[in-house]
């Protein structure tokens, strides 16, 4: 619920924003405003830019990077401290070139990389939804990294390294959904931010593109088509499936990935999802895989006791859970990740699902943090990576005992 | 000072699985509800996740999910003679508390009454005659019929998901299930559960005696199942810690498990948990309500008001609070006039322990479930010829044995020593092959004139409340009716092959100490007369007419079996009320 002062500053906000420019767009253009809020959800700005409370695109909310911590702007219509004085170039330059009014450089925590992608009447119709959403006073001081990341002006390297810009070229050998699908992705959706792997500055490695990188915490699983580590085994509809409603009958979207569904994927059009899901279907995996450890390996059999105990009352002794209530580990191909961490972290923080109008159940998996010891975890992660389908290194008890204190705190 | 919060179209009183049902019902409808809940918010992995869940001393002996009696209490009597003196422990029930209320610690046992059961007075006195009946015996008719029942009965289950084998469906009577329940529309929405050794034991020796033995209807699922609401359920995993326990496999119907995740998503839906209403507001005329105050868990004091008000409470908290906010006339037993507290029952409950040769017979009673078992009907109601035994009523008997939990269910021979080495020996060797179904004779109830609730002249609570006192005793017709169930019992697990049978009859005086169920019933009950019901048969009250009182608080008297499908599709059938009469033109739905 919104405080008092909250409310207050709105008013106090809604008379600064009096005499704003708010670029060019006209507030009766409804069709322009749908559309923009439309491509708001499928950019998901708003999960980024929410406000320390909640409040939408009031900015401040931290944001964790291997860089340090981030705070991302107020992109309400407030003349004083959000965006409404920008004009409309101004705008653009910044959400598809990283390039603040001031002439200095975005960090690409913010995806222009991938925003580059969409038109600029998408991007205008962006703006038109934002300016129609109430003015929020919020001042953010966004850029809170170290030395040397600070320094705005090193982006300009980054860019020369990373950024391609220019909008997306319809690839006519692909049919009318693959070319959807892939503006999508590459575009407005930047799926790739979380799920491909990123250099040591943080760019892009697009030979490996969407095949998992580690951050917040998590793994941001594979998503290619491989059979082993990614959707290879999951169908379109699958896919569709867990983007609208959280859950299918392999897996279940936790953490930053519940995030996701709950903004922006389970509000997007079928039609647009199933775009995704047929460009995600043509992503190549990778040839190179773990060999399984065997079952005689003592740290595995251990682990098959302790999945025995624990694990098999949901998740059923063959791995296969119950669908769309408890996953079915013998398949989702996140838990045989190359990195482990997503595993880890379930099992010792356990897991609140997300909970959608298409999946209202939203299943929690309890937290086994307290009831086993590191090399136990350790064990039992090491079991499942190396169980029915999967192949995957072992869990060793140093990862578990580092995730555990990562864990401690971010509490 | 009381804080005046903004005006509701609809308050809820107690959210446990009527007030959620009633919360569904009337967001659907388009109205704007808050639901007030006493106790804490509750949700599976968090307060009754599977690697601590099963925790018998914390949950069972220690009460944890219930109302603590230091928060609120009754007195008890067994006479009108005696003074109550305040209940300090819980015994023959447990009150709960907590969001879910008792659809979070049943053990799901999922029944519907029988056809005769609605009507209990004129079906009794028509084939037996008045004179019959003992004449301080107060039982009536329901107001409302089985045939009108059943479409929610049916709604409720398939909200569950319950499993259980249909014995009559649509007038067919069916092979496996219970020939003597009402007709029903459609099967049950999922499979029986599988039966344990003892329970099928059980039921191959009752057919052999000529009984129909069929599964008891669980709200532990025999499957996984999706609700009408799109909510997914698992399957039992028959861990044996069902009633006094929180599931946390998402197995068992609860409120959580089958209506909260839809109702949370609402925007026209509220809850305020940890408050407790401690009063139903009526207008200078006492004939209509105005909304409820309550206080928070820091004694800060709110009013809230509402055009329409769901007493929603267990059966008990309905009546008290009824009482303290005046609203309809207290009964009276010396002059037999009133409606607020009058026809207040339980249960009769007994059981047969049994023992077995260990060399033959390894039971592993802890794969189990609440609602897991293998029952008869044929001493259940009206089913059998009273005639000849001068009594009325009865009960479902069966192998219903939920858990092997070791604090409660450590059964030994009678006499052996209550401690030490023998005492030992006699637990290890009785363990697995001993039988102790938890409550294997489901006798009925029926209601007396000196049988009742009222405010207790002398005790009062942390809000300096008077305590609900509870005058309550066994009368003959229950006892004879428990001897003679209690031997039909016996003898089937003689037939099973025990060698040692021992039979624990229900006697008299009523024993507050003893656990029986927590089927408490009536004290507001519904009917279609006003001098005899406080509610008419939508649930209604007849003196406030915005006010609609769910829960067992409106059985006339108790059937033999366990109320909650009952319950619920009683909510339904007011719920639907409610809907399609009472919002067009609010006010009487009856006319008195």
Known sequence: MRSGAAVLSTLLALGCARGATFGASDQQNFAQIENGRYLTLLADCAACHAGVDGTPFAGGRPIQTPFGVLEAPNITPDGATGIGHWSDAQFDAA??????????RAYPAMPYPYYTKMSRSDVLAIRAYLNSVAPVHNTVVANQLPFPYKIRSLMRFWDALYFTPGQYRPDASQSAVWNRGAYLIEGPGHCGACHTPKSWFGGDELKHAYRGYALQGWFAPDITDDDATGLGRWSQKDILEYLKGGHNRFSAAAGPMGEEVMDSSSQLDDADLAAIAEYLKHQPGTAEHDRPLAASDPVVTAGAAIYADICSGCHKADGSGVPYLFPDIAHAPSVASRDPATLIRVVLQGANTVATNQEPTGPQMPAFGWQLSDAQVAAVATYIRNSWTHA?????EHDVRSTRQALALER | MTTKLPPKDVVIIGLGWTGSI???????????????ERGPWRNTATNFAPNYAQDELRYRIRHELFLQPAQTTFTFRNKMDQTALPIRSWGAFMPPNGVGGGGVHWNAETFRFLPSDFTTRTHLTQRYGAKFLPPDMTIQDWGVTYDELEPHYDRFEYLCGTSGTAGNLKGEIQPGGNPFEGPRSRPYPT??????????????AAAELGYKPFPQPSGNLSQAYTNPLNVRMGPCTYCGFCEWFGCGNYSKASPQTTLLPVLVRKPNFEARDLCEVTRINTDSTGKRATGVTFVDSRGNEFMQPADLVILSAFTIFNVQLLLLSKIGTPYDPVANRGVIGRNFTHQTISDVESFFDKSKFIFNPFIASGAIGMCIDEFNGDNFDHGPHGFVGGGYMGQVQTNGR???TLPTPPGTPRWGAKWKEAARDSYLSALKPGTGVHGSMYSYRDVYLDLDPTY???????????????????IKQNAYLTDKFAEIFQAMGAKQVHKIYRKAPYDITDY???HLCGGAVMGTDPKTSAVNRYLQSWDVPNLFVMGASGFPQNAGYNPTGTVAALAYWSAQAIRSQYLKNPGPLVQA
């Open chain 2, 516 to 518: 029986q169920t927590t």
């Open chain 2, 22 to 36: 009633l919360a569904q019902e009337l967001t659907e409808a388009g109205l704007d509800v808050i639901a007030i």
């Open chain 2, 406 to 408: 070791p604090i409660q």
């Open chain 2, 460 to 478: 009062r609570d942390r809000l300096e409340r008077p305590l609900l006192r509870i005058t309550m005793d066994f009368h003959e017709n229950e």
């Open chain 2, 191 to 204: 499979p029986a559960q599988q039966q344990p050794f003892s329970h099928t034991l059980f039921a191959k």
């Open chain 1, 392 to 396: 995957a290194a072992a869990v060793s």
């Open chain 1, 95 to 104: 959400v598809r070139e990283g390039r603040r009014p001031d002439g200095s």
